[in-house]
């Protein structure tokens, strides 16, 4: 375990801020903090991750590590916030690298605007050396747009780490409503099966290179990551084949819900009485009811999208017959992550997919990524490890 003491102003005298690794003991601690940091818009939302925090952490890298901060007495301290960062090796600029990956960067709602959030990135950067065992190393994190305290943070104030963008990335959320057409020419789709594995894993080596911080997967390491994922099965891929019968793109349909998903906190008024409206009409198309706040909104993300960049064909009829295997199954869409840049984003064109613009930083343990440029090809980015 490691741990660093700086003093906070969070109350009279000086209250002691702690860092350390999260243990098995803090899960509840984050499981509630997760719950307490909903996003606000007309749909209040937050990251239900119970029963088990740390299911995401295990799946985001090689090697992993969740750092809390808390306050007050050791034995009655109050966790605050936390941040979670994971090695992993990543093709950046079509070459196997390890890199860092920072997420979970949390703070509860009573310590915001205070040091807490300083503290924690002090840790990740730490952390982010111990792991990487290089100053230079890339570390990598997303910000959803329009979180202007993350915003303003990436500026690098009071000596922190300078967070560069590189990156915008959309997270379209595609609707499951009336039935559609679900053929395109020349392209057929089904599930996979594990004799599928060389081949998909083959595609993949192709066709990550040419995606920035896309995971290098070989066929075990494919299967292992399969046979690790809570809730995911290679049943859960849909593989498309081209006219010569050989798999020309692939993704999985991945329902997180045994360990994570999105719950409802709130509606404004004027959704409250768009939801009374859709909830009445809902029914003639398919579509799965808007639930009431409090109750989770069921969805599921498209993962491992593998599909070569002058191929939206491929894609839309992978896009399609995930719709119709999704629709009717009370789930309210599914989605699926694209760089703005991705020539594959035609595919979407027509299913009323609905945009969450999320921007990807670089920095480094040692603060200022200094290194080749990251913005020549699109990035890879799975939203189900969000």
Same mark, same amino acid.
């Given at each position: 375990?490691?741990?660093?003491?700086v003093?906070?102003? !969070?109350?009279?005298?000086?209250?002691?801020?702690?860092?350390?690794?999260? $243990?098995?003991?803090?899960?509840?601690?984050?499981? %509630?903090?997760?719950? %307490?940091?909903?996003?606000?818009?007309?749909?209040g939302?937050?990251?239900?991750? =119970?029963?088990?925090?740390?299911? !995401?952490?295990?799946l985001?890298?090689?090697?992993?590590?969740?750092?809390?901060?808390?306050?007050?007495?050791?034995?009655?301290?109050?966790?605050?916030?936390?941040?979670?960062?994971?090695?992993?090796?990543?093709?950046?600029?079509g070459?196997?690298?390890? $890199?860092?990956?920072?997420?979970?960067?949390?703070?509860?709602?009573?310590?915001?605007?205070?040091?807490?959030?300083?503290? !924690?990135?002090?840790?990740?950067?730490?952390?982010?050396?111990?792991?990487?065992?290089?100053?230079?190393?890339?570390?990598?994190?997303?910000?959803?747009?329009?979180?202007?305290?993350?915003?303003?943070?990436? @500026?690098?104030?009071?000596?922190?780490?300078?967070?560069?963008?590189? %990156?915008?990335?959309?997270?379209?959320a595609?609707?499951?409503?009336?039935?559609?057409?679900?053929?395109?020419?020349?392209?057929?789709? =089904?599930?996979?099966?594990?004799?599928?594995?060389?081949?998909?894993?083959?595609l993949?080596?192709?066709?990550?290179?040419?995606?920035?911080?896309?995971?290098v997967?070989?066929?075990?390491?494919?299967?292992?990551?399969?046979?690790?994922?809570?809730?995911?099965?290679?049943?859960?891929?849909?593989?498309?084949?081209?006219?010569?019968?050989r798999?020309?793109?692939?993704?999985? !349909?991945?329902?997180?819900?045994?360990?994570?998903?999105?719950?409802?906190?709130?509606?404004?008024?004027?959704?409250?009485?768009?939801?009374?409206?859709?909830?009445?009409?809902g029914?003639?198309?398919?579509?799965?009811?808007?639930?009431?706040?409090?109750?989770?909104?069921?969805? $599921?993300?498209?993962?491992?999208?593998?599909?070569?960049?002058?191929?939206?064909?491929?894609?839309? @009829?992978?896009?399609?017959? =995930?719709?119709?295997?999704?629709?009717?199954?009370?789930?309210?869409?599914?989605?699926?992550?694209?760089?703005?840049?991705?020539?594959?984003?035609?595919?979407?064109?027509?299913?009323?997919?609905?945009?969450?613009?999320?921007?990807?930083?670089?920095?480094?343990?040692?603060?200022?990524?200094?290194?080749?440029?990251?913005?020549?090809?699109?990035?890879?980015?799975?939203? %189900?490890?969000?």
């Open positions: 375990m490691t741990a660093a003491t003093m906070s102003p !969070l109350a009279p005298g000086a209250t002691a801020i702690r860092t350390r690794d999260a $243990v098995p003991g803090d899960n509840a601690a984050l499981v %509630a903090l997760s719950s %307490a940091c909903a996003m606000t818009g007309d749909v939302l937050c990251v239900d991750r =119970a029963p088990d925090f740390f299911a !995401l952490n295990r985001e890298g090689d090697r992993w590590r969740v750092g809390v901060a808390t306050v007050g007495k050791e034995a009655a301290e109050d966790v605050a916030g936390c941040i979670a960062v994971a090695e992993r090796m990543a093709y950046v600029r070459a196997p690298m390890r $890199v860092g990956w920072v997420s979970d960067f949390k703070v509860h709602p009573r310590h915001r605007g205070g040091p807490v959030a300083d503290a !924690l990135t002090r840790w990740a950067s730490a952390t982010g050396r111990a792991l990487l065992g290089r100053d230079d190393a890339p570390l990598t994190m997303t910000i959803l747009a329009g979180n202007v305290p993350m915003e303003r943070r990436a @500026a690098g104030q009071r000596g922190l780490p300078v967070l560069a963008p590189f %990156a915008d990335l959309d997270a379209w595609v609707p499951l409503l009336w039935r559609r057409r679900t053929l395109v020419d020349g392209v057929r789709v =089904a599930r996979a099966s594990e004799r599928d594995v060389e081949e998909m894993a083959a993949w080596v192709r066709v990550a290179p040419g995606r920035q911080f896309a995971p997967l070989d066929a075990p390491a494919l299967a292992a990551w399969v046979a690790a994922a809570p809730g995911l099965a290679l049943s859960d891929y849909l593989i498309a084949r081209g006219r010569d019968g798999i020309a793109g692939f993704l999985a !349909l991945w329902d997180q819900s045994s360990f994570k998903q999105l719950r409802v906190t709130s509606y404004s008024r004027r959704l409250a009485a768009a939801r009374a409206a859709l909830n009445a009409v029914p003639l198309a398919g579509a799965a009811p808007l639930p009431p706040a409090g109750e989770p909104l069921r969805t $599921v993300s498209a993962l491992h999208v593998c599909v070569p960049g002058d191929a939206a064909a491929v894609l839309r @009829a992978l896009l399609l017959a =995930a719709h119709d295997a999704l629709r009717g199954r009370d789930y309210a869409f599914f989605t699926v992550g694209l760089d703005a840049r991705d020539p594959l984003r035609v595919a979407l064109r027509g299913l009323w997919a609905q945009p969450t613009v999320v921007r990807a930083y670089v920095t480094t343990p040692a603060g200022c990524y200094a290194g080749p440029r990251l913005d020549a090809l699109p990035l890879h980015h799975e939203v %189900a490890l969000t």
